[in-house]
């Protein structure tokens, strides 16, 4: 669906727990990157990664883990740690023409 | 880091008019600017850009305009459809040839077109 596929497009965590959403693109580009987006907030830079086995945080990476080892991949991990972790998560991936965005997944604990 | 401000946060229109929302950016490296729209429980998608080699770009009914010197852009929405109803977002970023790089978005604006 556009070339980039988030799964699930709903999930449910328990406190304490961790889980993972997972990002997948067929479009070759080099970039990858988790925004959080909460109502009224825009869009939050959580991680983003240029290349294969490198990643930089961005602005509220606090919580967060993420994984490069594939180009096509980018699996971001919603620890523990993150003690709000509510929200509608979108990963987009890159190149010189612009941003693409996958349709997303909205975590929501229980 | 950069920082976008994006202003109205909801802005309602009668179908037909024109909807203007004006977004500003802090660090004076940013050079490219796009501008998304979002439906209600969709992905945003790319709906125009500019470049800071560019003062102003349309396509169709939509068009972005670009002051560098006061670091500020805006989209301009003519004739108003109800299928312009979305939020739209801002976002700013500082681009070498031939890469790409992390965005910052502003806030939403919600636009409502009306009948």
């Known amino acids: 669906d556009g070339g980039i596929t988030q799964s699930p497009k709903y999930l449910f965590r328990k406190e304490g727990q961790n889980v993972t959403l997972s990002c997948e693109q067929n479009?070759?580009?080099?970039?990858m990157y988790w925004y959080r987006q909460d109502p009224g907030q825009g869009l939050r830079l959580i991680y983003y990664s240029q290349i294969v086995n490198d990643f930089q945080k961005g602005d509220i990476a606090e919580g967060y883990s993420v994984s490069r080892e594939k180009k096509e991949s980018f699996p971001l991990t919603v620890t523990s740690a993150q003690k709000n972790p509510t929200a509608f998560y979108l990963c987009?991936?890159?190149?010189?023409?612009?941003?693409?965005f996958g349709s997303g997944t909205r975590l929501t604990v229980v | 880091g950069e920082n976008v401000e994006q202003h109205p946060s909801t802005l309602s229109v009668q179908e037909g008019d024109s909807a203007v929302i004006k977004c500003t950016y802090s660090d004076s490296a940013s050079n490219y600017f796009p501008w998304y729209k979002q439906e209600l429980g969709k992905r945003p998608q790319l709906i125009i850009d500019?470049?800071?080699?560019?003062g102003e770009k349309k396509d169709q009914r939509i068009a972005v305009t670009l002051n560098k010197t006061a670091k500020h852009f805006s989209l301009h929405i003519t004739e108003t459809q109800p299928e312009d109803s979305a939020v739209y977002f801002c976002a700013a970023s500082s681009r070498a040839t031939g890469t790409a790089s992390k965005l910052t978005f502003g806030t939403g604006t919600r636009l409502q077109v009306t009948l």
């Open positions: 500019i470049r800071s080699n560019v």
């Open positions: 987009a991936s890159g190149d010189i023409k612009g941003y693409t």
């Open positions: 479009l070759n580009h080099d970039a």
